[in-house]
């Protein structure tokens, strides 16, 4: 028992290794799985963000309304915003 307790000590996340955030992109503003799925769409900067749609960007995982209401003040604090969906 004693072995299993310093074995799991020992081991870290396998998420850790996978999916590795490189930089501070949005650090303290999204829950790891939204910037999981912003990694993952190579969006990278708010440049990149402001090219898609509010609701392209809640259909990724982890993206929640009060996500995207955190966002949506970032964004305007630093002059961007989401990309207008016209029909």
Not at 26 to 46: N, T, Y
């Amino acid at each position: 028992m004693i072995n299993l307790v310093i074995m799991a000590r020992c081991l870290k996340p396998i998420c850790t290794d996978h999916h590795a955030i490189q930089d501070n992109f949005l650090h303290g503003i999204l829950a790891m799985p939204a910037k999981r799925a912003l990694e993952k769409e190579k969006i990278d900067s708010l440049e990149k963000l402001s090219g898609y749609t509010e609701n392209e960007i809640l259909q990724l995982h982890g993206f929640s309304k009060n996500t995207m209401v955190k966002l949506k003040a970032y964004m305007q604090e630093n002059h961007f915003s989401f990309k207008q969906h016209f029909n």
